[in-house]
């Protein structure tokens, strides 16, 4: 067993064991823990600092999490895009290849937190089903591995994989969606990145919602990445109570391209049951934004997207781009269609 598999085997996954370090009402939250679980690894319990802080937000069971609304399960309708198991192909061009259905930490604003609750093993997600529609569909350029948490796999499983793509000829791109760095850096071994130099060209997108999380410990982890010959992007979430104020996005942004991590996309919480007291506003992106452009970098600017119900596709946003129609607004999506989305936070 290595490092990070007996770190990870020593997490945090009951509530009784997170009320030894916290004064938590464990009564209250069971409902939560027994629909949505918990795992907190031991690094990313340490970064909290005080209850409600913005990592305690991300990864500590809330009771708002129960409560009943409209939002749904599947709102980018991954279920009615997905061909075989496991694989999503909403573009022409690319597609989402689910390899794991486990994470490091649980997060409680993920977007999938409803179709991975029961934590179905790996078995239940046939990669194998999914290579053969990606070898015979040549419009597929670009893969993303994705979960859960594609580093949840061993090294040699993940190679095989990578290796399988890499002999597809139509495929160029390779890219792994992963908050490893964040949640458990002491995954990014020197033997990982070894393996992922040799299947270059591959891109490896991070999480970072908070600059808390960028610490000596996760910094080490990229750079051995970026060593490595591996580009990083970044994806935030923007998220109530963690993020949701200019001044803190725009330090994560700035921190970030210190440990040589572009910050590619700021998402709007997805309209994803469960995580409804996470979303903002979308004005409140929007000036989040316009405090990023003119008062940092460019580089330090990413997109601020919408992904739209239904599997609409993701709509880049500007402070002065959206069309406002009875209080929710009115997006163009890449296919040219004016698709209305809900402005609820």
Same mark, same amino acid.
């Given at each position: 067993?290595?490092?990070?598999?007996?770190?990870?085997?020593?997490?945090?996954?009951?509530?009784?064991?997170?009320?030894?370090?916290?004064?938590?009402?464990?009564?209250?939250?069971?409902?939560?823990?027994?629909?949505?679980?918990?795992?907190?690894?031991?690094?990313?319990?340490?970064?909290?600092?005080?209850?409600?802080?913005?990592?305690?937000?991300?990864?500590?069971?809330?009771?708002?999490?129960?409560?009943?609304?409209?939002?749904?399960? *599947?709102?980018?309708?991954?279920?009615?895009? %997905?061909?075989?198991?496991?694989?999503?192909?909403?573009?022409? !061009?690319? =597609?989402?290849?689910?390899?794991? %259905?486990?994470? /490091?930490?649980?997060?409680?604003?993920?977007?999938?937190?409803?179709?991975?609750?029961?934590?179905?093993?790996?078995?239940?997600?046939?990669? !194998?089903?999914?290579?053969?529609?990606?070898?015979?569909?040549?419009?597929?350029?670009?893969?993303?591995?994705?979960?859960?948490?594609?580093?949840?796999?061993? !090294?040699?499983?993940?190679?095989?994989?990578?290796?399988?793509?890499?002999?597809?000829?139509?495929?160029?791109?390779?890219?792994?969606?992963?908050?490893?760095?964040?949640?458990?850096?002491?995954?990014?071994?020197? @033997?990982?990145?070894?393996?992922?130099?040799?299947?270059?060209?591959?891109?490896?997108?991070?999480?970072?919602?908070?600059?808390?999380?960028?610490?000596?410990?996760?910094?080490? /982890?990229?750079?051995?990445?970026?060593? /490595?010959?591996?580009?990083?992007?970044?994806?935030?979430?923007?998220?109530?109570?963690?993020? !949701? *104020?200019?001044? =803190?996005?725009?330090?994560?942004?700035?921190?970030?391209?210190?440990?040589?991590?572009?910050?590619?996309?700021?998402? @709007?919480?997805?309209?994803?049951? &469960?995580?409804?007291?996470?979303?903002?506003?979308?004005?409140? &992106?929007?000036?989040?934004?316009?405090?990023?452009?003119?008062?940092?970098? &460019?580089?330090?600017?990413?997109?601020?997207?919408?992904?739209?119900?239904?599997?609409? &596709?993701?709509?880049?946003?500007?402070?002065?781009?959206?069309?406002?129609?009875?209080?929710?607004?009115?997006?163009?999506?890449?296919?040219?269609?004016? =698709?209305?989305?809900?402005?609820?936070?």
């Amino acid at each position: 067993m290595e490092d990070w598999q007996r770190n990870l085997s020593k997490s945090i996954i009951r509530l009784e064991q997170l009320a030894f370090c916290f004064p938590i009402d464990v009564g209250l939250l069971k409902a939560v823990s027994g629909r949505y679980p918990i795992r907190i690894t031991p690094y990313y319990l340490g970064l909290i600092r005080e209850i409600g802080d913005p990592i305690w937000r991300q990864c500590v069971p809330d009771i708002r999490e129960l409560e009943e609304d409209h939002l749904s399960i *599947d709102p980018l309708n991954e279920g009615g895009l %997905s061909p075989v198991p496991g694989l999503i192909h909403r573009y022409p !061009d690319r =597609v989402v290849l689910l390899v794991s %259905s486990e994470c /490091a930490t649980f997060c409680r604003f993920c977007m999938r937190k409803n179709q991975f609750q029961q934590r179905t093993s790996n078995a239940d997600i046939s990669v !194998d089903s999914c290579l053969k529609y990606i070898r015979k569909t040549p419009s597929i350029r670009d893969v993303v591995l994705s979960g859960g948490d594609p580093l949840m796999l061993q !090294d040699e499983v993940l190679d095989e994989i990578l290796s399988e793509l890499r002999k597809v000829p139509h495929v160029e791109i390779i890219r792994i969606n992963t908050r490893m760095p964040v949640t458990l850096p002491e995954r990014i071994t020197h @033997q990982l990145c070894r393996m992922l130099r040799r299947h270059v060209p591959l891109y490896v997108n991070t999480h970072f919602n908070h600059p808390a999380e960028i610490t000596e410990t996760s910094s080490e /982890a990229c750079a051995r990445l970026a060593d /490595a010959g591996v580009p990083l992007g970044n994806q935030t979430v923007l998220l109530r109570g963690v993020n !949701d *104020d200019p001044a =803190v996005m725009r330090r994560l942004m700035q921190r970030l391209l210190t440990i040589r991590v572009r910050p590619y996309y700021i998402h @709007q919480m997805d309209l994803v049951k &469960g995580t409804g007291h996470f979303r903002t506003r979308v004005e409140k &992106g929007l000036e989040i934004m316009a405090g990023l452009r003119g008062h940092t970098s &460019g580089m330090a600017n990413p997109y601020y997207v919408i992904d739209l119900p239904g599997g609409k &596709g993701k709509v880049p946003l500007l402070p002065d781009g959206v069309k406002r129609e009875e209080g929710n607004l009115l997006l163009r999506n890449y296919l040219g269609e004016m =698709v209305e989305y809900p402005n609820e936070g």
